[in-house]
């Protein structure tokens, strides 16, 4: 039997994600930063293609994107609600990590293998900041799938997207746990 490593596995069991308006200041700085971004890129990546990277969004920068909100809002018709729903997302935000998919060419890796790999560089980056005591939580909406937004604010090339937005601060309360899925109606073992 392989020697259990307790303390990560009860963390898995137990993770809870933050909602991103209970966050606050302080943000990690930058040395406080690095770890969790070296534990997101850890991810596996089929091929070592580092179909991801990452942007760093600090308070100057979340002010910015969210005096973008409105305007790419109207012309896609976005109901008041939505628009101010997204805007709060980065006006409210001290530090967010926008992780971007960023699939490179490749004859062996499918581009959906490099989607998947920037998927769970962003469940990385998450749980390490939750494991480093952290307040965390993975966030899209409609701005992160505007190419007008998403070129505009973050300037992205035309082949990548936004996987998530990584919100990291200090929480204010903890939530209490919501309901899990039901392991047997989601699993099939095969035997045979």
Not at 57 to 70: C, F, G, S, W, Y
Not at 82 to 96: E, M, N, T, V
Not at 107 to 123: F, R
Request: charge should be negative.
């Amino acid at each position: 039997m392989p020697a259990p490593n307790q303390a990560a596995l009860d963390f898995l069991l137990t993770r809870r994600s933050r909602s991103a308006k209970t966050l606050t200041g302080p943000v990690p700085d930058r040395d406080a930063l690095l770890p969790l971004l070296t534990a997101a890129a850890r991810t596996p990546d089929h091929g070592k293609l580092e179909p991801w990277r990452f942007i760093v969004l600090e308070k100057a920068a979340l002010t910015r994107l969210a005096a973008l909100v409105p305007q790419h809002g109207e012309k896609l018709g976005q109901p008041e609600d939505k628009i101010a729903k997204s805007q709060a997302q980065f006006a409210d935000a001290d530090l967010a990590v926008a992780v971007i998919s960023s699939p490179k060419p490749s004859e062996k890796i499918p581009e959906i293998e490099q989607v998947y790999s920037a998927g769970a560089v962003c469940l990385a980056l998450l749980n390490a900041a939750l494991a480093a005591g952290w307040g965390a939580n993975w966030l899209s909406g409609w701005p992160s799938h505007d190419r007008g937004f998403v070129s505009e604010g973050l300037g992205l090339f035309e082949n990548e997207t936004v996987a998530g937005f990584i919100h990291i601060g200090t929480e204010t309360s903890a939530p209490p746990d919501r309901p899990r899925p039901d392991l047997d109606a989601i699993t099939t073992w095969v035997s045979a």
